[in-house]
């Protein structure tokens, strides 16, 4: 959380996060206090930062087919809740029109995934693009311990494959630049038509592109 609004034994009780948001805008809160605002309030045994915390969490190691079923085993919540969060963020991905974005240049994913950088278990990513480079789906592969993410080329590329895709784009939050991965997962690209078309890794402030630093072997030929 970038601020500490309330003490979180206390935020049922005084929830200026509200007041703070009329006041300075929509794009004030950080994720975890806009949760507190759709939740309104947590339970006697889950107060309602801890909880939106957990749901921030849960968000952002889950896909859009098991996301309801896991906020639902989340103390606290339950199924209007799970509901109400997997509605506002649909809405939002919805307005926010990502699908059919064009990826030009590796920056240009950073504002799909930067919010796993400030995950402390490493998350491995897949975006997926078509024939102009237009994003068709983001997809979380695995989610693994700090520093090690446990991936096989067909977790990878199963989307892919059942999208259709033309090229995919693969990302992780912060850890060592795994060489010898990357090159398995171009060879499996190559076997399946697919353009492996970058490896990022992205950290809170800034990104490493496999593309950019040349470390991408007949990159020309895949791409």
């Not at 049922?12 to 006041?23: S, V, Y």
């Not at 952002?60 to 606290?76: C, Y």
């Not at 969060?85 to 950073?110: Q, T």
């Amino acid at each position: 959380m970038k601020n500490k609004i309330c003490d979180y034994t206390n935020c049922n009780r005084h929830p200026d996060i509200r007041e703070l948001t009329l006041a300075n805008g929509i794009s004030y809160p950080s994720d975890e206090e806009l949760i507190m605002l759709i939740l309104g309030r947590g339970t006697k045994g889950n107060p309602i930062g801890p909880l939106s915390d957990k749901v921030v969490s849960t968000i952002n190691s889950s896909n859009e087919t098991n996301l309801i079923d896991r906020l639902k085993e989340i103390p606290g919540m339950g199924l209007s809740k799970s509901l109400s969060i997997a509605a506002a963020l649909e809405l939002g991905r919805r307005r926010r029109g990502y699908l059919h974005s064009v990826i030009r240049h590796p920056k240009d994913i950073l504002q799909y995934v930067r919010q796993y950088s400030l995950e402390p278990a490493e998350h491995f990513i897949t975006i997926t693009t078509n024939g102009a480079h237009e994003i068709l789906s983001t997809k979380v592969v695995s989610v693994g311990t700090v520093n090690k993410a446990l991936i096989h080329p067909r977790e990878v590329f199963a989307d892919a494959v059942a999208e259709h895709a033309s090229g995919i784009i693969c990302c992780h939050n912060p850890s060592d630049a795994d060489i010898e991965s990357t090159r398995q997962l171009q060879k499996a690209s190559q076997i399946l038509g697919i353009s492996f078309l970058d490896h990022l890794i992205v950290t809170r402030d800034s990104y490493f592109s496999f593309l950019e630093h040349d470390m991408l072997k007949d990159a020309a030929n895949t791409g």
